[in-house]
Nanobody, 121 residues
Framework: QRQLVESGGGLVQAGGSLRLSCAAS????????MSWYRQPPGKQRDLVAG???????VYVDSVKGRFTISRDNAKNTVYLQMNSLKPEDTAVYYC???????????????WGQGTQVTVSS
């Protein structure tokens, strides 16, 4: 089944840490960019961090130095390590991946179901 399954969200106090995981399933040939987005209550969904197939990373300024994105290609999984969390990091976090499935010649962009991260002050 072609899907992204996220885990690792929860409730944490300000200054704490959480690690999000997102695993892709299906018959996969390769994965290009893998990213994390977040959507705070009443706001739009925005990019948090992305990691390319060459392991180059990008981050939104507000999380630089606190969040780290990484990937394990053998497990088709992307991670987001979040440290020094702040109340303003509270949001639903979504992963996104551009996946080339076996037998296809085009990449498919998939979204995870979202995982809630709540940071209390």
């Amino acid at each position: 089944q072609r899907q992204l399954v996220e885990s690792g969200g929860g409730l944490v106090q300000a200054g704490g840490s959480l690690r999000l995981s997102c695993a892709a399933s299906g018959s996969i040939s390769s994965i290009n960019t893998m990213s994390w987005y977040r959507q705070p209550p009443g706001k739009q969904r925005d990019l948090v961090a992305g990691i390319m197939s060459n392991y180059r990373t990008v981050y939104v300024d507000s999380v630089k130095g606190r969040f780290t994105i990484s990937r394990d290609n053998a497990k088709n999984t992307v991670y987001l390590q979040m440290n020094s969390l702040k109340p303003e990091d509270t949001a639903v976090y979504y992963c996104n991946a551009d996946i080339l499935y076996t037998g296809s010649d085009t990449y498919t962009s998939l979204w995870g179901q979202g995982t809630q991260v709540t940071v209390s002050s």
